[in-house]
């Protein structure tokens, strides 16, 4: 069973600051996801991975398959970064995500 | 831009009622899902659907709960006898064959009283 634990579940900074959410998993896994959940509830994917590292604008995903581990880093945060992210992984011939607790992010202007 | 539509947003039934919720995937993927989300906890997986039929499902997903494809563009979530433990947000999401990123609907509210 695969286990996608985040880190930290909560997190306030201000406006500007770089952000750093850590997500690590149990098993072997096909690629991991990083998603965006508003507070209306609805998903947003960011990044899918499977190996080394992603940029989108101000978003940069990162994965270490040998460790296990990936982050995600959002440079000069705004207000509208405020959000819950969350990593979810598919392990491999699997077709399902497993997702982690989510990380809720406050930016401060 | 593509995009998963869910319906209806929010649906309030009463403790066992059958409802259905309804997705439309977006029009050339292959592989469909539906997840919930109970309040305050994380997002679990109940089913995935390939070819016309189940391929993967989760503990979750018990005789309770169905799903269809009926006409080629929905993609339904049924649940026959509603609980008040079933009160989540139902999230579908499809993916093309590759690459295998999913793309969720909006959601749909499921408040059982």
């Not at chain 1, 209306?40 to 899918?48: A, D, E, P």
């Not at chain 1, 190996?51 to 982050?71: D, M, V, W, Y």
């Not at chain 2, 309040?39 to 391929?55: H, R, T």
């Not at chain 2, 997903?61 to 006898?81: A, C, H, M, Y």
Request: glycine residues 8%; hydrophobic residues 30%.
């Amino acid at each position: 069973k695969n286990e996608v634990e985040q880190s930290p579940q909560n997190l306030t900074a201000q406006e500007g600051e770089f952000i750093t959410i850590n997500c690590s998993y149990s098993v072997g896994i096909s690629a991991l996801h990083w998603l965006q959940q508003h507070p209306g509830g609805g998903i947003v994917s960011l990044f899918m991975l499977s190996s080394g590292k992603k940029k989108h604008g101000r978003l940069i995903a990162t994965i270490n398959i040998q460790e296990k581990h990936s982050s995600l880093h959002i440079t000069a945060s705004h207000p509208r970064d405020s959000a819950v992210y969350i990593c979810a992984v598919r392990s491999k011939g699997a077709q399902k995500l497993v997702f982690g607790q989510g990380t809720r992010l406050t930016i401060n202007p | 831009e593509p995009e998963v539509t869910q319906t209806p947003s929010h649906q309030v039934t009463q403790m066992g009622q059958e409802v259905i919720l309804r997705c439309v995937p977006i029009s050339n993927h292959l592989y469909f899902y539906w997840y919930r989300q109970i309040l305050g906890q994380k997002v679990e997986f109940l089913v995935s659907f390939y070819n016309n039929e189940i391929s993967e499902k989760s503990e979750i997903f018990d005789d309770q709960f169905s799903v269809e494809r009926p006409d080629g563009s929905n993609f339904t979530l049924k649940i026959r006898s509603t609980k008040l433990e079933d009160s989540a947000m139902y999230f579908c999401a499809s993916r093309a064959g590759t690459p295998y990123e999913q793309y969720f609907g909006p959601g749909t509210r499921l408040t059982v009283t």
